[in-house]
């Protein structure tokens, strides 16, 4: 059974800094792997979608990476802003079933 | 539409009454999925329907929860009885077809009371 997990739980920075989320799931046979952001009583953002063929992906100060073989993705953020501040997550699709299973998310507060 | 439209945005209902959850998906898009989330965790998968047919309904918790999707569009998520457990936020998503990623509606954040 796929289990994903997310690390830190939370996280509180200032304003500038470089962050890495960390993502890992328990099944390597995955089809992609999905970052969203929630922002407080809202639903989710897609922000970058890795194929199972693929080793990262970037969108602007974001960068995600996926280690298949040992079970792992990190979202990379630069220079982090406060506009930043929502709970990240991640998701993993695996080859026999169309669902995504999600991480419980990383809640970010980033202050100025 | 643009993007994936739920509604009601919030539903408060007493305990043992029905409710209905209505999802609009993107347009075109042949993948439509529901999952549920309670505070603090990630969403949980209840179903998905390729077309008008539920592919996989391996996450609705119980017989009291069914979801249908007539003419591959719009898709309602039905709760008969309703219990205090159900409160939680249910998120619709879309997807042109499956290997795509997802976009998610708002959610509904249903109460019961």
């Known amino acids: 059974k796929q289990e994903v997990t997310q690390i830190p739980a939370a996280l509180s920075v200032p304003e500038g800094e470089n962050l890495v989320l960390n993502c890992s799931f328990t099944d390597s046979a995955i089809y992609n792997l999905q970052w969203f952001r929630q922002d407080p009583g809202k639903g989710l953002t897609s922000l970058l979608l890795i194929q199972s063929s693929q080793r990262e992906q970037t969108s602007g100060r974001l960068n995600a990476s996926l280690d298949k073989s040992s079970g792992r993705s990190t979202l990379y953020i630069a220079a982090s802003q406060p506009g930043d501040s929502a709970t990240y997550l991640c998701a993993v699709r695996t080859y026999n079933t169309d669902k995504l299973i999600f991480g419980t998310g990383t809640r970010l507060q980033v202050f100025p | 539409g643009a993007g994936v439209s739920q509604t009601p945005s919030n539903k408060v209902t007493e305990k043992g009454k029905y409710v209905e959850l209505r999802c609009d998906p993107i347009?075109?898009?042949?993948?439509l999925y529901w999952y549920r989330q309670s505070l603090g965790q990630g969403p949980e998968f209840l179903i998905y329907?390729?077309?008008?047919?539920?592919?996989?309904d391996s996450g609705l918790p119980n017989d009291r929860f069914f979801a249908v999707r007539p003419e591959g569009s719009v898709s309602t998520l039905k709760i008969q009885r309703t219990e205090r457990g159900d409160s939680a936020v249910y998120l619709c998503?879309?997807?042109?077809?499956?290997?795509?990623?997802?976009?998610f509606g708002s959610g509904t954040r249903l109460t019961v009371v």
């Open positions: 329907f390729q077309g008008t047919g539920a592919a996989d």
């Open positions: 998503a879309s997807s042109p077809d499956q290997g795509y990623g997802y976009t």
């Open positions: 347009s075109g898009h042949t993948a």
